[in-house]
């Protein structure tokens, strides 16, 4: 081939690899507009409103960011009770974990992730039967506290498991040859673990913090209850974005904060080795307290199944519910409660992996196998940080407009609330998959597409269908399982954005634990858990199916 015969294809390659390159940014643009619009659509919408009041006038409006006199006192009782969640559920979830290096089948210990999404009205139903056979008052903000830890209880453990078992086990062998077993925990196991232990303290925190529904059914006014209050009475969306500023900005701080401490985690999990390569032996105050936390965790999922059986099949009007929520009048709420739940799901799978592309650094096109990058990762994990009524309040300002008509009011609005609150849960799931694929796998699927040694035609689907999505689609699925039992249970944004008319499961069992129809409900509740562990066991399932799918990849490509 001659020299001008080369630049000939030269200068026709040449437009070609412009219009790939306009191509690109095209669907660039397009994706993050669509990200930006459902992810940070209703944050963006309240703080476009709140520039326009202060254009107006509004200079007053400011102190509701300041929380002052009843607010302040408001604040720090909400701090502390999430503070004392977080607290409960990370020492509950570390006893149990430590615990579970002597049991003969440690996978039981995940069992507690079926219950990850369960309804937090279902938990307060299950323990006020509980608490009212002891004599217990049902009210007040120790009676919330215990709840809404046992509530968050399967994240604990969660959080704690995945913690723990980034230590080394070469580490802990070591130590112990010195050290006694609780000295190894305390010195080496715990200190390593820390960072991430911090972490999930911090997330713990957060959910305890922006979250009104428990609270409220005892009587205990929180700060997130106080933005719903607020924005009824005015019906001014900027006035609930300036009084949630110390939510937002504690939010901001905690998730920033939390990228740190994922940084300077000292091990990457393995999810092969538990850190102990012998059952270890604690003392007898130590055991005993292990011995105490198992009996909680065993209580706390076999607690709300019970009384809702009981409660549901013992005579009354629970029965009568149930079959009504099968078939009858209240049936039509059931299925409308599974359409937007499954709606979401479906959605919410593209936009996890759009959504993680943006925020973590890619590497060939693959997102990074680490934390999201500084200054942007922990943006994306904001809206599921909202106060759940900021977020209702967010898609009233953006949707609630004459060319959006046809939109405002639907059912569409408690989809797109699913979608900005539980998005950065799947989009987790699937970053967590990600990290178990060896890299190796993503750089010889990218040298045969360049190559063409094996991939000769449409490479890059090709590579995206027979090589990535394989790999993904066990990440993938649990994120939309999740989603969808999260959006089962959702309450506090779906309160303001459901249309005249229509109602949630949800809401209806909200409304009837206000005036205490535990009988009545109870019925409505096991619909709703039977719907939600179904969900929540398929996501385990897809769990240890992208475990297992990871190492055989990487065995297969040693």
Known sequence: MTVRQRQGQRSEGAPRLAGRALRALLVGAVSALTMSALLFGPLLALLWAAGEALAQGHADWLLLALPLGRRAALLLRSLGLAAGVALLDMTLGVLLVSASWRWRRPWLRWLSL??????????????????????????????????????????????????LETVARPLVDSARTCQTDLSVLARVVLPLAA???????????????????????????????????????????????????????????????????????????????????????????????????????????????????????GGGEGLAMLADAVSGPVGREFGLSLGIAGA??????????????????????????????????????????????????????????????????SLALPVLAALARFTPFAALALLAQLRRVDPLLWDAAHVFQSSGARIPRGGALRTLLRVQLPLALPGLLTGM?????????????????????????????????????????????????????????????????????????RWNHE
């Open 114 to 163: 079926a219950l990850l999404a369960l309804p937090p009205t279902i938990h307060a139903l299950a323990w006020n039967a509980a608490l009212s056979f002891l004599g217990v008052r049902l009210a007040g903000p120790w009676v919330s506290l215990w709840v809404s830890a046992m509530a968050l209880l399967p994240v604990g453990v969660g959080l704690a498991l995945v913690s």
């Open 195 to 313: 960072p991430l232990l911090a972490a999930g303290g911090g997330i713990l925190f957060l959910l305890s913090l922006m979250d009104y529904s428990i609270p409220s059914l005892y009587g205990v006014n929180v700060y997130a209850l106080e933005i719903f209050a607020e924005f009824s009475a005015s019906y001014a969306p900027a006035r609930a974005l300036l009084l949630a500023a110390p939510l937002l900005v504690t939010a901001a701080v905690l998730l920033s904060g939390g990228q740190s401490w994922l940084r300077r985690a000292a091990q990457q999990p393995t999810w092969r080795l538990a850190p102990w390569g012998a059952p270890p032996r604690f003392p007898g105050a130590f055991a005993l307290a292990q011995q105490l936390a198992v009996t909680l965790w065993g209580l706390q999922m076999a607690l709300p199944l019970f009384v809702l059986v009981t409660l549901a099949f």
């Open 344 to 409: 979401a799901a479906l959605l919410s799978a593209p936009l996890s992996a759009l959504a993680l592309s943006w925020f973590n650094a890619p590497q060939r096109g693959v997102p990074r196998r680490g934390v999201p990058r500084r200054g942007a990762g922990w943006a994306l994990f904001l809206p599921a940080a909202l106060p759940a009524p900021l977020v209702g309040v967010g898609l009233i300002a953006l949707w609630n407009r004459p060319e959006f008509g046809a939109l405002y009011p």
């Open 481 to 553: 399982c999740l989603v969808f039992a999260l959006t089962l249970g959702e309450l506090g944004a779906t309160l303001l954005v459901a249309p005249p008319g229509q109602s949630t499961l949800t809401l209806r069992i909200y409304n009837y634990l206000h005036y205490g129809a535990s009988d009545s409900v109870a019925g409505l509740c096991l619909a709703l858990a039977a719907a939600t562990l179904a969900a929540g066991g398929l996501s385990v399932v897809f769990l240890n199916w992208g475990a297992r799918k990871a190492r055989r990849a």
